[in-house]
């Protein structure tokens, strides 16, 4: 499997207070993406990043900022959480454009619970 | 990206071969296609990917037609297991910045 850890993994959070997921990769890729997934809407895609401190918006990126300070790490904030906010978040990563492997792994996401 | 359109869901049983057909009109000269497949509580993963003409490796044949505003997904003799949710992406993968935009997909439940 590829080396792609999300933390935490079950989370637990009151309305209008700050959250912060982190995905963390050990294989040198050049992309990390941010996907909500809710029943019915399928896997929505909020925000990803082609290199250190590039960033750009998905489909649904409203309440929601990032931040890639190294390559690493690509953090995921809420920075006042709502209840519509509760989903399971997945993260994935990706080689850069012209290698052979250019598919997508994906983290073993992180359920997010906003009371 | 190309907007791709798919069945909302499919049903089969054990042992029949399953082909989950998806649509791309607008898919552009450089766009690939690929297919992921997601189980519950787990992130999609890569199943297989084409340019033309038809694919196969150990898991799935994927066949494309010569205009290339389909694609068909083939899964031979399938179990319970593969019952899943699958995603038919097309876009430019070779392109720096390419947002990977998945859909709802197609949920297939597999029966005894």
């Known amino acids: 499997d590829a080396g792609i850890t999300q933390s935490p993994r079950h989370k637990v959070t009151e309305t209008g207070t700050p959250v912060t997921l982190r995905c963390h990769q050990t294989?040198?890729?050049?992309?990390m993406y941010w996907y909500r997934q809710d029943p019915g809407h399928g896997l929505r895609l909020i925000h990803y990043?082609?290199?250190?401190?590039?960033?750009d918006k998905g489909e649904v990126s409203d309440g929601y900022s990032v931040s890639r300070s190294k390559t690493e790490d690509f953090l995921l904030t809420l920075e006042s959480a709502t209840s519509s906010q509760t989903s399971v978040y997945f993260c994935a990563i990706r080689a850069d454009p012209g290698t052979v492997n250019t598919e997508a792994f994906f983290g073993q996401g992180t359920r997010l619970t906003v009371v | 990206l190309a907007k791709t359109t798919q069945p909302i869901s499919m049903d089969s049983y054990e042992g029949q071969e399953v082909n989950i057909t998806c649509s791309h009109n607008n898919i552009a000269t450089n766009d690939y296609i690929t297919w992921y497949q997601q189980f519950p509580s787990q992130g999609p993963r890569f199943i297989i990917q084409?340019?033309?003409t038809k694919v196969t490796n150990e898991v799935a044949s994927l066949f494309i037609p010569a205009d290339r505003k389909s694609s068909t997904l083939s899964l031979p003799r399938v179990s319970l297991s593969d019952t899943a949710v699958y995603y038919c992406l097309v876009g430019d993968m070779d392109q720096a910045g390419t947002a990977l935009i998945f859909g709802k997909g197609t949920t297939l439940s597999v029966s005894s």
């Open positions: 990043s082609y290199g250190v401190k590039d960033t």
């Open positions: 294989e040198n890729h050049r992309y």
């Open positions: 084409g340019y033309k």
